[in-house]
C-alpha cells in the first residue's frame, strides 16, 4: 500500500487543532490539493462539534468517527441538528468512543492519541484490523522502550481496552434536536469589529478567505484579543471552595493562563451577583469589613492543575480534598461564565495600597498577559504573568523567537493585553539572534525621547508652572505610589500644554508684532513637540525576554553586550534546559546526563552558569529563581530588578513537557531540583555594597536530597538507564560533583 498525508494545523501549544490530510492506495498518490471528498472523518474533540462544519467534505455512506464524553444512548441528543441532519441525509455510518475514559483507565491521562488510531484502523480498512493493531503495539515499543516499560504497559493497556469501548450509533429511529446551526463563531457579538470581522475568520479556520485589504497596512495588530477566544479545551477545571481557602494566593500565582483570579470588594457589590457567585469574608487585616472571592475563566482554563497542586489548604472533613479541586468543565460552563463576567466587572484593588511584598496582596494585581496558547501547565508563563502585573502597564517587551514568541504573539488572538485605561505591554519579536540587541534599541530610543522631553520641559518650565515642571523632573518613580503620581502630573502638563497651544493661537491672530509672532511661534512648536513626547516623563519598564536557547547560546553574544552596555534594561531567560519550541535539542543550559536531541547518550559537559559570568561585571543585577520552590524569592527578585537602576538579569527555571514529567505537579519537580542543589537561589544586587554588605545573597538551602534522586523523577534522565546504563551511571556521579562544587563556591562568595 501507498500513503500519502498532509497535516494543517495551528501553532496552539495547548488545545491546538490539527487536520490530516490521508490517502491510501495501491498505487503511488500524487495529490497535489487537500481531500475534500472524505470516505471516513474522526473528530477528536467534542468541542469541535460547536465550532467546525466537521461532516462538510464526508461522502455519501462514510464512516464518522467522534470522542464524546456521552454514552452511546446519549450522544445523539446532544448533537447539533444541522449534523444530525447530513449524518442522516448522508447515510453515514457513526461510531462514538469516550477516548479520554480508555486514556485514564490505563494510566495515560489526557492523551488520547493511541486510543484514536487503534479506532482508525479498525474502522478505515486500511489494513486487517489484527495486522493494524500488531503494528501499533510494534510502534508503541519501538517509540516509547526508552521511557520506561511503565510507559510502554500503559499504551498497550490503551489499545487492548478501545475496541471493546468503540460503539456504532442506530440513528434510525431517533428524533431530530430543535437546534439548527452550529456555532461556526466563538467569538461574543460585544467583540471589537476588527477581532469579530478579521481574528473570527481566522479563529473560524475561514482565513484564507480573508482579502488583503482586511490585513493592517504596518502590521501592527491590537493586544488583548486572546480573551474573546473562548477554546473550552479542558475536560476539568478547578472550582473553589470558600470554607476551606486561606487565602494565600498560591493558586492565583502559579496559574499559567491567568484564569484563576482573587480580588476584594465591598460587600455591597454583591447585589447584583449571580445565585452561584461565591465569596467570603477577607482574612488579610488590611482588608477588614471586605468580601474576598477567587474565580476561575472556565472556558480559557487548559485543566493543567497546577494549582490544586500548590494548594497549601487542606479540607479536614475531606482529606483527598483542598481549597481548589477538579471538577467536569461542561456542567459548570454556563454558570461560571456568568460568574467570570461578574467577576471582571468588580472593581481591582487600588495598586497603590498594595505590598507588593505579599504574595497574597500582589496578585490582586490585574494580570496583562492572559489566555496564551501555550502547553497546559506550562512552567514559563507563570513568570510572564508576573511581571506584567508588577510593570505591565509602562512595560515594553523584546521577545525572542522560541515558546514564548509563538505562545506571545502568534495569529489570529493576542495574550498580552491592557488594563481599562488602555495602558499595556507594546510587545514585538525580531529574530533569534538578536533579540538582546533589539531590546537596548527600545531603551536607546526611550532614553532619547526622554531626554529632549525634559530638555523641553525645562524650556517651558514659566508657561506650565514652575512647580509642576520640578516635580516632574525630580520625581524619582520607584514604586507604584510614584509611577501614579508622576501619571498625574504629566496627565496635567498635557492638558496645559493644549491650553497653551489654544491660546498662542489666538495671541497669534489678534498681535501683530512680528517678533512676538516668531517668539509665539517657536513656544508653540517647542509645546507640540512635547506633547508628543510627554508620556516618556512617566519611566517605562523594558523587558528583553527569551529562552535558554537564545540566551545561553545563540543570542549570547548579543545578551554579553547588553550587560555590557550598563543600560537600565531587564533580561528575563525563561530556561527550560532545552529547545523547547523547535523539538527539543541540547542548548548550554542543558545539565549534564539529560538526554535531548543532539545528546542522545546523555549530554557529557556540565551545564553554562550564565548568572556567574554575568556577576563578573559587577554593575548587573543577577537573581536566579524557581517559582515551584520559593514564591516569595521570585516575587522579590523580580521587585528588585526592575528597580534596580542598570542592567538586571533573571534566570528562572521553567519546567518542560519536553522534561519527561507530570504537568500537573511539575511545581514539585521545581522543588526537588532546588532541594538537589541542581538549581541555585540567589541575588546579586549591586547596590548591597553601598552598604557595604555582599552583594550576593544565597537564598536556597544545602542540598538536601542526592541529585539522582532528583533525576528519576524526570524522564529526561531516567530514561538514560535503559539505553546508557554504563553512561547514565558515570554521568549522574559527575552530576553530583558538580552539585558539590557549585554549592560550595557559591557558598564561598556569598559569605556563608
Not at 302 to 307: P, R, W
Not at 417 to 437: I, K
Not at 568 to 580: A, F, G, K, P, Q
Request: hydrophobic content about 40%; glycine content about 8%; charged content about 20%.
Amino acid at each position: 500500500n501507498y500513503a500519502q498525508g498532509y497535516f494543517v494545523y495551528d501553532s496552539k501549544k495547548s488545545g491546538s487543532v490539527t487536520v490530516s490530510h490521508l490517502r491510501f492506495g495501491s498505487q503511488p498518490i500524487r495529490a497535489t490539493y487537500l481531500v475534500n471528498r472524505a470516505n471516513f472523518i474522526a473528530c477528536h474533540q467534542w468541542e469541535f462539534v460547536e465550532k467546525f462544519p466537521l461532516l462538510k467534505e464526508i461522502v455519501p455512506g462514510g464512516t464518522f468517527l467522534l470522542n464524546s464524553p456521552y454514552s452511546q444512548d446519549e450522544v445523539w441528543n446532544q448533537l447539533p441538528r444541522s449534523l444530525q441532519e447530513q449524518i442522516i441525509q448522508k447515510q453515514l455510518k457513526f461510531y462514538v468512543i469516550n477516548a479520554y475514559k480508555v486514556a485514564r483507565e490505563a494510566g495515560m491521562g489526557g492523551r488520547i492519541n493511541t486510543v484514536m488510531q487503534v479506532c482508525f484502523f479498525a474502522l478505515a480498512g486500511v489494513l486487517p484490523r489484527e495486522q493494524a493493531i500488531a503494528k501499533i503495539k510494534q510502534s508503541i515499543r519501538k517509540t516509547y522502550g526508552k521511557k520506561g516499560d511503565e510507559i510502554v504497559a500503559m499504551n498497550i493497556k490503551a489499545v487492548d481496552a478501545t475496541l471493546e469501548h468503540l460503539y456504532e450509533v442506530a440513528y434510525g429511529e431517533l428524533d431530530l434536536n430543535p437546534e439548527s446551526e452550529i456555532q461556526t463563531s466563538q467569538l461574543a457579538d460585544t467583540a471589537p469589529a476588527f477581532v469579530r470581522d478579521v481574528l473570527g475568520k481566522i479563529i473560524a479556520r475561514e482565513g484564507d478567505d480573508l482579502p488583503v485589504s482586511a490585513m493592517p497596512v504596518d502590521g501592527t495588530f491590537p493586544t488583548g484579543t486572546a480573551k474573546w477566544e473562548k477554546r473550552n479545551i479542558a475536560q476539568e477545571i478547578p472550582v473553589w471552595d470558600p470554607d476551606v481557602c486561606v487565602q494565600c494566593g498560591k493558586c492565583v500565582m502559579v496559574c499559567p493562563h491567568s484564569v484563576i483570579r482573587s480580588k476584594v470588594y465591598e460587600p455591597a457589590q454583591l447585589e447584583t451577583a449571580p445565585a452561584t457567585f461565591k465569596n467570603v469574608d477577607a482574612r488579610e487585616h488590611d482588608w477588614k469589613g471586605l468580601k474576598f472571592t477567587i474565580q476561575v475563566a472556565p472556558e480559557d482554563c487548559t485543566g493543567c492543575a497546577l494549582c490544586i497542586d500548590v494548594c497549601p489548604a487542606k479540607n479536614k472533613s475531606q482529606p483527598k480534598l483542598k481549597a481548589i479541586n477538579m471538577q467536569p468543565q461542561y456542567p459548570l460552563r454556563e454558570p461560571e461564565r456568568e460568574n467570570w463576567d461578574f467577576f471582571l466587572n468588580l472593581p481591582n484593588p487600588d495598586r497603590a495600597q498594595l505590598k507588593l511584598h505579599k504574595i497574597n496582596q500582589q496578585q490582586m494585581e490585574e494580570p496583562l498577559f492572559e489566555f496564551s496558547g501555550a502547553c497546559a501547565g506550562c512552567g514559563e508563563t507563570p513568570y510572564l504573568k508576573l511581571v506584567s502585573q508588577l510593570f505591565g502597564d509602562r512595560m515594553v517587551v523584546a521577545n525572542a523567537t522560541g515558546c514564548s514568541s509563538i505562545y506571545g504573539g502568534n495569529l489570529p488572538t493576542t495574550p498580552w493585553t491592557q488594563n481599562a485605561e488602555g495602558r499595556g505591554p507594546a510587545w514585538s519579536n525580531s529574530l533569534f539572534e538578536d533579540n538582546a540587541e533589539f531590546g537596548l534599541g527600545f531603551r536607546v530610543s526611550i532614553d532619547k525621547q526622554t531626554h529632549i522631553a525634559a530638555d523641553l520641559l525645562g524650556q517651558l518650565a514659566p508657561f506650565v508652572g514652575e512647580e509642576l515642571a520640578h516635580s516632574i523632573l525630580n520625581n524619582a518613580q520607584k514604586d507604584e505610589a510614584d509611577i501614579y503620581e508622576q501619571r498625574q502630573k504629566v496627565g496635567l502638563l498635557k492638558q496645559r500644554l493644549q491650553e497653551m497651544l489654544v491660546v498662542n493661537g489666538s495671541l497669534l491672530m489678534e498681535q501683530g508684532d512680528e517678533q512676538l509672532t516668531i517668539n509665539n511661534q517657536q513656544i508653540t512648536n517647542r509645546a507640540k513637540q512635547l506633547l508628543t513626547l510627554a508620556d516618556n516623563l512617566v519611566k517605562k519598564s523594558v523587558w528583553i525576554i527569551g529562552g535558554d536557547g537564545w540566551a545561553y547560546d545563540i543570542g549570547f553574544g548579543g545578551l554579553d553586550h547588553v550587560l555590557a552596555s550598563g543600560r537600565n534594561v531587564n533580561i528575563l531567560v525563561l530556561d527550560t534546559e532545552v529547545y523547547s519550541n523547535t523539538g527539543g535539542q541540547m542548548s548550554k543550559a542543558t545539565p549534564r546526563a539529560a538526554v535531548a536531541k543532539f545528546a542522545a547518550a546523555g549530554k557529557p559537559a556540565r551545564k553554562k552558569d550564565l548568572g556567574l559570568i554575568a556577576m563578573t561585571y559587577g554593575n548587573v543585577y543577577v537573581a536566579s529563581v524557581a517559582l515551584g520552590a520559593r514564591d516569595e524569592q521570585t516575587l522579590r527578585a523580580f521587585l528588585e530588578a526592575e528597580a534596580y537602576d542598570g542592567p538586571s538579569l533573571i534566570i528562572a527555571y521553567s519546567h518542560c513537557i519536553a522534561h519527561g514529567i507530570n504537568m500537573a505537579t511539575a511545581m514539585q519537580n521545581q522543588k526537588a531540583a532546588v532541594d538537589a542543589g541542581r538549581w541555585l537561589l540567589y541575588r546579586f544586587n549591586p547596590e548591597r555594597t553601598q552598604q557595604g554588605e555582599n552583594p550576593l545573597q544565597l537564598d536556597s538551602h544545602a542540598p538536601k536530597i542526592p541529585v539522582e534522586q532528583e533525576m528519576y523523577m524526570e524522564n529526561r534522565f531516567k530514561m538514560l538507564t535503559k539505553s546508557h546504563p554504563e553512561a547514565a551511571k558515570q554521568l549522574f556521579a559527575e552530576a553530583q560533583q558538580d552539585v558539590d562544587t557549585r554549592w560550595q563556591l557559591y557558598k564561598h562568595l556569598a559569605g556563608k
